[in-house]
Antibody, heavy 119, light 106 residues
Framework: QLQLQESGPGLVKPSETLSLSLTCTVS??????????WGWIRQPPGKGLEWIGS???????YYNPSLKSRVTISVDTSKNQFSLKLSSVTAADTAVYYC?????????WGQGTLVTVSS | EIVLTQSPATLSLSPGERATLSCRAS??????LAWYQQKPGQAPRLLIY???NRATGIPARFSGSGSGTDFTLTISSLEPEDFAVYYC????????FGGGTKVGIK
């Protein structure tokens, strides 16, 4: 059974120089198996879902245009992980961040991790 | 960006009743639309893909229909575990989600 697990700091200070960094570890399957992208989605408290971006095992990425200038997604196939970096964070970036497998749609999800941006 | 508008925002129904949820796209997405269910404190779960195909393990009481700009998720007879928030998502041009419909107990 494929499982995804997010990890990273739960509290980040607002800053134009600091980034929000999260990692998703995939188990029960290989991130390099092909046929799938791997993505990040976030959900502010009490609000809806927002796709952040996705990556293929080869490193090919595509991002939500509204976040593209601040987002970097990378992959480490040797560790079966992919990562999110979001720069210039503000309180508006406070959300539960999910990682998920993307075939044509998001069919496997991590449990999510709450990241709070606050001084 | 394709905007997905879901209606109603909230639906109050009793167990056993039929639920009809709507998702309207700002431009045609063909049949490239999915529905997800999210319960409090949980990640979303894929229910329907490509407008009308049930995902693995999804009960037959869930059905999807539509194409182009207008889509419907129908739950034929609500079970207690179906009270949740439902989101639509398109993959025709980028990836966007609708704002959600909460199905609550009347």
């Amino acid at each position: 059974q494929l499982q995804l697990q997010e990890s990273g700091p739960g509290l980040v200070k607002p800053s134009e120089t600091l980034s929000l960094s999260l990692t998703c570890t995939v188990s029960g399957g290989s991130i390099s198996s092909g046929s799938y992208y791997w993505g990040w989605i976030r959900q502010p408290p009490g609000k809806g879902l927002e796709w952040i971006g996705s990556i293929y095992y080869s490193g090919s990425t595509y991002y939500n245009p509204s976040l593209k200038s601040r987002v970097t997604i990378s992959v480490d196939t040797s560790k079966n992980q992919f990562s999110l970096k979001l720069s210039s964070v503000t309180a508006a970036d406070t959300a539960v961040y999910y990682c998920a497998r993307l075939g044509w749609y998001f069919d496997y999800w991590g449990q999510g991790t709450l990241v709070t941006v606050s001084s | 960006e394709i905007v997905l508008t879901q209606s109603p925002a909230t639906l109050s129904l009793s167990p056993g009743e039929r639920a009809t949820l709507s998702c309207r796209a700002s431009q045609s997405v063909s049949s490239y639309l999915a529905w997800y269910q999210q319960k409090p404190g949980q990640a979303p779960r894929l229910l329907i893909y490509d407008a009308s195909n049930r995902a693995t393990g999804i009960p037959a009481r869930f059905s999807g229909s539509g194409s182009g700009t207008d889509f419907t998720l129908t739950i034929s007879s609500l079970e207690p575990e179906d009270f949740a928030v439902y989101y639509c998502q398109q993959r025709s041009n980028g990836l966007t989600f609708g704002g959600g419909t909460k199905v609550g107990i009347k």
